[in-house]
């Protein structure tokens, strides 16, 4: 009887030992999955900035209805379209909306992604990683303290900023 018991004990323990472990490794696995839509929408406005992914700033007005297959929505002021289509590389971990600001060529690209529930401050960081040389301008809201918003400005040729903007579920990245 007393083998049994031990022996009960033993896999009681061991079990125990393996739900704490689980717990944290869960919660670490958990805290990654959560941040990587910040660490893509990171990736995707500095893909855009630095023109390593199409559409970016400068592209023109056919090349980018072209690229888009014509999914392009228009009112009186702004032409839309699905984040997944126009970046299908960002489709896995981002949706939303792209406005694009079409003159000619393209002058300022909006995306504006709902259901986004990572930290902003994530994204910061990352812009700051990707770009040694962006210069990060927070700008603070006391009436509405879950709101972050800051810009980055690039310091390259072109003068290329990225301002942000996050609120609780949701994002929204200018690049000009």
Known sequence: MRNISRRSLSVAAAASL?????????RDARARYDSYP???????????ARCSVHPCLGDDEEGVTEFLLGRILE???????DLRVAYPGAAASLKGIVVW???????????????????GSIVMNELVRAHADC???EEGEEDAPSLLVFECDLD???GTTIEAAFAPGLASINIY
Do not use: K, R
């Open 75 to 81: 009112n009186d002021c702004d032409e839309f379209s």
């Open 18 to 26: 393996l739900l704490v472990v689980g717990a944290f490794v869960t």
């Open 156 to 158: 390259d040729e072109d």
């Open 135 to 137: 210069t990060i301008e």
């Open 38 to 48: 910040a660490h893509a929408l990171a990736d995707l406005a500095m893909g855009i």
């Open 101 to 119: 600001s079409l003159d000619d060529e393209l002058d300022d690209i909006y995306l504006h992604l709902t259901g986004f529930h990572a930290p």
